[in-house]
């Protein structure tokens, strides 16, 4: 527990929760939304890889396995990933299952282009996926950097039974490094903009990045900077901090003057 009992009921005022700690639930629950969609995007990637050679080639997934398949309809403009109806063990060490299914105007890469991600039973490590995710190529920044705005509103519906969390995200993905490489490993992104959601304990919140986050691909949690800081509806502010780009798979939380260090789940 993030908090003790005690510590919980003296920083929030209240004995509404005196079993569970809001804070451990909300960074846990943020984290896996956030590990979660932004996986979904470096799939999609991925996936051009092998099958319309828009992306980089010539290197080896980093989520993709032999369990997994890519299908493309270019008339329609759609692309199926199907990793299966039982669970399909992936590169990044992660189990999967369903399909995501993207539609696209044009190449990532192609300044203006719209990729539209959706889920069909689509699980990780059991952990059921929907929603919808939209990423549109905004094309070149003032600082010379490609951009693109990205839009969700999902669910994740969790393995362990204790609920579903909802999120709802408006994101600026900035690609920092890497764009004019031949490989993955070396891309970084920053991340700007706001979220809103709910918990798996049905606590609503709000939440806006106050240092962009940055993804590095060569790390295995991909989110390795930046800040966030947390609004519980009726309640205090908290913040959670990824580090300073270190590849570990911590995060710390704060609130009211007091910081614990969390791992992703």
Do not use: P
């Amino acid at each position: 527990m993030l908090i003790s009992t005690l510590l919980f009921l003296f920083i929030l005022n209240s004995c509404r929760k005196a079993s569970t700690d809001i804070s451990e639930t909300l960074g846990n629950d943020n984290g896996l939304a956030e590990q979660t969609y932004n996986d979904v995007n470096q799939i999609s990637e991925e996936a051009y890889d092998g099958s319309l050679n828009s992306y980089k080639t010539g290197e080896a997934s980093d989520v993709l396995s032999t369990c997994s398949t890519v299908l493309v309809d270019t008339v329609a403009r759609i692309i199926t990933i199907d990793f299966g109806t039982t669970n399909c063990m992936c590169a990044d060490g992660k189990n999967r299952r369903g399909k995501i299914v993207i539609n696209y105007t044009g190449r990532y890469k192609e300044a203006g282009s719209v990729h539209t991600i959706t889920f069909d039973n689509y699980y990780v490590n059991d952990n059921k996926v929907e929603g919808t995710k939209t990423v549109t190529n905004m094309g070149m920044n003032t600082s010379g950097n490609y951009y693109y705005n990205i839009s969700i509103i999902g669910s994740i519906i969790k393995a362990d039974g204790s609920g579903t969390i909802s999120w709802t995200s408006s994101r600026v993905r900035t690609w920092i490094n890497g764009y004019s490489t031949s490989t993955r490993s070396d891309d970084k992104y920053s991340i700007t903009g706001s979220a809103s959601g709910t918990t798996a304990d049905g606590d609503a919140y709000t939440a806006t990045i106050s240092d962009a986050l940055t993804i590095d691909l060569s790390c295995a949690h991909k989110i390795t900077a930046g800040s966030i800081i947390f609004n519980k509806i009726g309640g205090i502010d908290r913040t959670i901090n990824f580090g300073s780009g270190a590849c570990d798979n911590t995060f710390t939380i704060s609130a009211a003057g007091r910081t614990r260090t969390l791992t992703f789940r």
